[in-house]
């Protein structure tokens, strides 16, 4: 029998017969001074890249998806990056982020991924494709042949180019034996496609279980007991596609986006983003812009590869999967996709992988899944929720670290000018790699047949328990939880008040709370329990307890067991208190040092005034970030201020905010909870949306100068307060003077109210200084439609009082003609005008617009029709200029829009084939007026375009429309847009030009831009209520701030 007629198929249809965009950061940046990228030749591939950078800043690039391999640190608190990025993402952190950065290069001057080609030209000693002769396909089908008796191999499925894609079941008597009828481990690899070091590290699991059979007595046992299961190339296109020239750093599959049958770098679907758990969640967890690097695809498991690999899945019963990615010497667990979300089965995935101080895997650093970044759509968070697989991500290990095993010959310059990716192709070193996973990796079969009861590499057990702690409740009852197996029997919540006797409740699995709380819970679960009768002053003694009884054992074995006890004090704080006020602003640090100011009578007179109840945490002085279920949990809705603190000090610390990464947890887990919060303060947000780091990894409590540092959070303003970024100073005139807040929606609509000044805190502008005080949010609603991501619905309900017009908003009725930004575009609104009778003519329109400067463009273009006479036009009310920028500099007619010649030169002076450059750029002073003098082509039918034009990459928020008149000899033709375009057109790019990622719409309200931000639950102020003017306006404006939290 032929090796390949064994090779089974596993169709998806037969697993039921088996029973198996956004506001840039450059939006509220100074221009770059750095020098731009250099580029390699091949401008559209991807390429490795290197430069030095804060922290803050690397954590920003991950949150806006670029593609970061490597980080060390450098001794002035910077990081070294390497990331793998096309010629335009380069250009685009360069300008964001002012980075000089540049292009790796070997010792010899040759660029990464030419001098892996170069390489591979010579023939590798390990590394192998997986459909060359002698690669891993050709391995498995040999395995399978050698160990037939102990070996299954299977097709389950077809990638995007048609290759199979093998698992291989591995058990005694696996001819025999029916698949799933043992306990089951899958361990899966090369989903990325140039992780090399991946697959040979799962192939050498392979080859280790299969050989050592009969002779090892772990192996033995393991394959007589166990199913192990490899899918050793995930992805065999995006795999093989890495060994071919200028390849070397590809990561997707092959997928072709654009049916243009070419693979280009806005080809390809990020395998692992591809799950339908979490898919398209938000766009931070994965990208919905086929060029980015963890592009999820059209749709939920839209890729051929991500069918077969959930087939698999759900056609047997695995108790853990592992899922070999490199090169971050991590070990991943538990939730992905919302950061620092710990959960039940963390005790097992601990006892497992071990902790900081004591890994599984010598050298990798085992947490939270999140902690790498936060994913959706991905594998390991699909395994757990979709098919009940405990799920982990080894990230092996990278260039650099290989290097430095004791076993290494090679030179010390090895590494350089290689990507972290290219794990040295050597024998010896490749095995080491190998043989320090493979302890984690046999554990996990070891543990198949029981999981809550692990059998930990590192001799771990899983506790039975993991209380709840928390030090003070501000209730006369108390909800108490701890994380149980769930094999328990009878679990029981036993309290003691004072000393005092023992009451004994059953304590019931917790079902989950609004967004979180309902997952990792395979083995373990939350239970919980309320404490009743409860007075200040009271000490409460609180455990639990349960009965295990033995697999196969009857309640005559069952055995008592008890978690460890905890106390928690009654305080006299709390009075029963509708509203609590959480006091933020001590500790910290107002601009330029010093204790802040206390602003309590603000918020106590207001609240008195509308004749609702409160008790007041002061935190720093109370006590620490306040416990969401001792204390938050007990209020109907939270005040949380932060009045002059710009930055937070951790208890008198310097340098380090886990404070404040404190307040957005216990915050976040009350909104799960079914809390309300308004959050008030001139520089709520700032430290998050900057964002600063808040400690070092494994040690939070630690300040970071560089390195593993721990960096604050954007999401729970983004996601639970609805803010999606944030612009300091939104609220102050250009004097620094603070302007009125209009309501324009909700409980504000129609209500306007001044800062500062009256008997305010007068703290919000400083008249004349610099001051960082208060803030536009732009909603996250307006950036992730509430149509496609109903979960983070927000609104506006209010806006700064600029005077005027309201910019990037219709002019006049509800409807107007706007484009946001999308790299390498240029767009068009055009139409026809005949002047053929004519003897004079105007062009006007009221416009506002968020331009890149010296980069994008604004202009008017017209031409006679039928003739190639184009040219650009002045407004004649002053807002366009004829400098042609650092676009030009730069090649952007050459490389991306040559029609722009007809307007500029090679040497970028302002005049081109056919006509001369008139534009602008950079941000308009509110709404503006262009007037465009067409007279000059009076007795000519013309075409006129309304025209905006970027650069590879980086932007503002667009360009804003309406109102446009054509005047003809004195009869003015309005079109508003508020039914149709009328006369106007969208034609789309120009020839010579891509086609436009998003192009002129007709829309309403493109980006609201907000002073107040709303959600069901949430108030989020760009100010802080005490410095609104008056008393009376402070009264009406908590009055309706609570009819909105409370109703």
């Not at 290097?403 to 040295?424: H, I, N, V």
């Not at 009406?1036 to 609570?1042: G, Q």
């Amino acid at each position: 029998m032929s090796t390949r007629s064994r090779v089974k198929v596993l169709a998806v249809a037969a697993v039921a017969v088996l029973g198996l965009a956004v506001v840039p950061t450059s939006a509220f940046a100074d221009p770059p001074e750095s020098s731009p990228p250099e580029q390699s030749q091949a401008g559209g591939r991807l390429d490795l890249y290197e430069f030095d950078a804060p922290p803050e800043v690397v954590a920003a690039l991950i949150a806006d998806g670029y593609d970061i391999v490597g980080t060390e640190p450098n001794e002035d608190d910077t990081l070294h990056v390497e990331a793998v990025m096309s010629r335009s993402e380069a250009n685009k952190a360069h300008k964001a982020y002012d980075l000089d950065i540049d292009l790796t290069r070997n010792k010899d001057g040759v660029p990464t991924v030419d001098a892996a080609f170069e390489e591979a030209d010579d023939g590798f000693d390990v590394f192998r494709k997986w459909s060359s002769p002698g690669g891993h396909k050709a391995e498995m089908e040999y395995l399978a042949d050698q160990y037939d008796d102990l070996t299954e191999l299977i097709t389950i499925g077809q990638s995007v180019e048609g290759q199979d894609i093998y698992a291989m079941r591995v058990t005694e008597k696996a001819d025999t034996k029916k698949a799933g009828s043992r306990p089951a481990v899958l361990y899966i690899s090369t989903q990325h496609a140039r992780e090399w070091i991946a697959p040979e590290v799962n192939s050498r699991l392979l080859k280790h279980v299969l050989s050592n059979y009969g002779s090892d007595p772990q192996i033995t046992e393991i394959v007589d007991t166990r199913e192990l299961w490899f899918v050793i190339v995930a992805n065999p296109d995006g795999y093989d596609w890495t060994f071919e020239e200028g390849q070397r750093l590809w990561r997707k599959n092959l997928a072709d986006n654009n049916g243009d049958g070419e693979i280009t770098t806005i080809d390809g679907v990020d395998l692992n983003r591809n799950f339908a758990t979490n898919w398209g969640y938000d766009n931070e967890g994965s990208s919905d812009n086929p060029s980015g690097q963890t592009y999820r695809g059209t749709a939920p498991q839209s890729e051929p590869e991500t069918q077969a690999m959930d087939a698999l899945m759900g056609s047997i019963d695995f108790a853990f999967m592992v899922n070999y990615h490199s090169a971050a010497e991590l070990i991943l667990y538990g939730t992905g996709w919302q950061v620092d979300s710990p959960s039940p089965d963390d005790i097992v995935n601990i006892a497992l992988a071990g902790d900081d101080a004591n890994p599984a895997i010598e050298g990798y650093d085992p947490d939270l899944s999140a902690e790498l970044y936060i994913t959706n759509g991905d594998t390991t968070d699909h395994a757990g929720d979709a098919h009940g697989i405990m799920a982990y991500t080894p990230e092996l290990a990278t260039c650099q670290t290989a290097l430095s095993y004791p076993e290494s010959t090679l030179p010390s310059d090895y590494c350089d000018g290689r990507s972290q990716f290219e794990f040295p192709d050597d024998e010896t070193l490749v095995q080491v790699e190998f043989e320090h996973n493979l302890d984690y990796a046999l554990s996990l079969a070891e543990s198949a047949a029981d999981p809550a009861n692990p059998v930990s590499s590192l001799g771990l057990e899983a506790a039975d328990f993991e209380v709840q702690e928390f030090e003070e409740s501000w209730g006369d009852s108390q909800e108490v939880a701890v994380w149980a197996k769930r094999e328990f029997k009878q679990l029981r919540m036993h309290s003691s008040v004072n000393g005092g006797p023992v009451a004994t409740k059953a304590a019931g699995e917790w079902a989950g709370g609004e967004v979180y709380g309902d997952e990792g819970n395979l083995w373990y679960g939350e239970y919980r329990a309320t404490v009743t009768g409860l007075s200040a002053g009271d000490s409460v003694e609180v455990w639990f307890s349960a009965l295990d009884t033995p697999s196969g054992g009857g309640a005559a074995n069952a055995s008592k067991v008890e978690s460890d006890h905890f106390t928690f004090d009654v305080s006299a704080e709390a009075t029963g208190a509708d509203v609590l006020i959480v006091s933020d602003n001590s500790p910290g640090t107002g601009l330029g040092g010093g204790a802040p100011l206390q602003y309590l009578d603000y918020y106590t007179d207001a609240l008195d005034a509308n004749g609702v109840s409160y008790d007041v945490y002061d935190v720093g002085v109370t006590g620490p970030a306040p416990s969401a279920m001792g204390i938050l949990n007990h209020y109907d809705a939270v005040i949380w201020y932060e009045g002059d603190k710009l930055v937070t000090d951790y208890q008198g610390a310097t340098d380090t905010t886990l404070l404040a990464h404190e307040m957005n947890m216990v915050m976040r887990a009350y909104l799960n909870e079914g809390g309300k919060v308004l959050a008030t303060g001139k520089n709520h947000g700032f430290e998050e949306f900057f964002p600063l780091d808040y400690g070092t990894n494994g040690a939070p409590d630690q300040v970071c100068h560089g390195g593993d540092c721990l960096v604050l959070t954007d999401d729970v303003y983004q996601y639970w307060f609805g803010a999606n970024s944030r612009a300091r100073r939104g609220g102050l005139a250009a004097d620094g003077s603070a302007l009125d807040v209009s309501g324009n929606g909700g409980v504000f609509d129609g209500y306007t109210f001044g800062l500062d000044g009256g008997d305010s805190a007068d703290n919000q502008g400083a008249p004349g200084a610099a001051s960082t005080g208060t803030a536009s949010f732009i909603v996250t609603s307006s950036v992730l439609p509430e149509s496609e991501f109903p979960q983070f619905a927000s609104e506006r309900f209010a806006s700064w009082d600029v005077g005027g017009l309201t910019p990037y908003e219709p002019v006049t009725g509800d409807w107007q003609m706007a484009t946001d930004h999308a790299d390498a575009a240029y767009k068009r609104l055009a139409r026809t005008i005949d002047l053929t009778a004519a003897s004079a003519a105007t062009l006007e329109f009221s416009t506002s617009y968020g331009i890149e400067a010296n980069w994008d463009y604004m202009f008017v273009e017209v031409h006679t029709v039928g003739q190639d006479d184009w040219t650009t036009l002045p407004d004649l009310n002053g807002h366009t200029g004829t400098g042609t920028g650092d676009s030009c500099d730069s090649g952007w007619a050459t490389e991306l829009h040559p029609f722009l010649f007809h307007y500029q030169d090679l040497a970028c002076n302002p005049v081109g084939t056919t006509g001369e450059w008139n534009a602008a750029t950079g941000a308009s002073d509110g709404v503006e007026t262009w007037s465009i003098d067409l007279s000059a082509y009076a007795g000519s039918e013309i075409e006129v375009s309304i025209s905006y034009a970027t650069d590879w990459a980086t932007g503002d928020l667009g360009v804003f429309v309406d109102d446009v008149v054509v005047d003809i000899d004195g009869s003015p033709t309005t079109e508003s847009f508020e039914t149709d375009l009328g006369a106007w057109s969208v034609p789309g790019a120009p020839d010579g030009s891509a086609g436009n990622a998003n192009d002129w719409e007709r829309v309403g309200v493109l980006f609201e831009v907000a002073a107040i931000v709303a959600t069901e639950d949430t108030l989020l102020f760009g100010f802080g209520f005490e410095g609104i003017s008056t008393e009376a306006e402070r009264n009406e404006v908590m009055s309706r701030s609570l009819d909105h939290l409370l109703g």
